[in-house]
């Protein structure tokens, strides 16, 4: 069973909140800079970015993070798994970044990213924005701004599609996978 949970109106409002409190907590645009966690985040990040240059009318600083190498899970996600380039075209060093994703779960794809982050340079902060939080985490790790808390069930899948990566109109699911229907507690 599939549900409907955010249409393109409630994400793009969602990204505008979220642009709103990124500027509220950095007092503006200083030594802010955007990064996205390819695939879903560096669209959701790029998108961010318009929001906050039409509220502020500067454009952040915006990089695309591949994480592909940093992941526990890599011999169990591909035999050969695929890198994309890592682009970030900016000096971290001392700089506020605003890590984006579309969902956080476990916990452990933000924490590949930490890795990878630092590889780049020591930044002033890191700070997390995610569309959706769904819980479960294993890790000690927690959003910044959240566009929408979700409580699952292990049982249940989230899903993002944005115009950008999908070919669908921008939305987001919740799936019920009938192998997993009983699993996990809401």
């Known amino acids: 069973m599939t549900t409907k949970i955010m249409d393109k109106d409630s994400i793009r409002r969602a990204l505008m909140r979220i642009a709103h409190e990124i500027l509220e907590k950095n007092k503006g645009t200083e030594n802010l800079c955007l990064i996205g966690i390819r695939t879903r985040g560096a669209f959701l990040a790029e998108r961010i970015r318009e929001c906050i240059k039409q ?81 479960h985490r294993e890790l000690p790790i927690r959003a910044d701004y959240v566009g929408k808390n979700i409580p699952t069930s292990l049982g249940q899948d989230i899903n993002v599609m944005l115009e950008e990566a999908d070919q669908h109109a921008d939305q987001v699911v919740i799936d019920q996978s009938p192998a997993k229907a009983g699993q996990g507690e809401p």
């Open 55 to 135: 509220i502020e009318g500067q454009e952040l600083p915006l990089g695309i993070l591949d994480i592909t190498l940093y992941r526990d899970d890599l011999t169990k996600v591909s035999v050969q798994p695929v890198v994309h380039e890592t682009t970030i075209p900016f000096d971290l060093h001392e700089k506020k970044i605003v890590l984006v994703d579309d969902v956080l779960f476990t916990g452990r794809t933000i924490r590949a990213a930490l890795d990878a982050l630092i590889d780049f340079g020591r930044p002033a902060t890191i700070q997390l924005a995610v569309l959706i939080d769904r819980g």
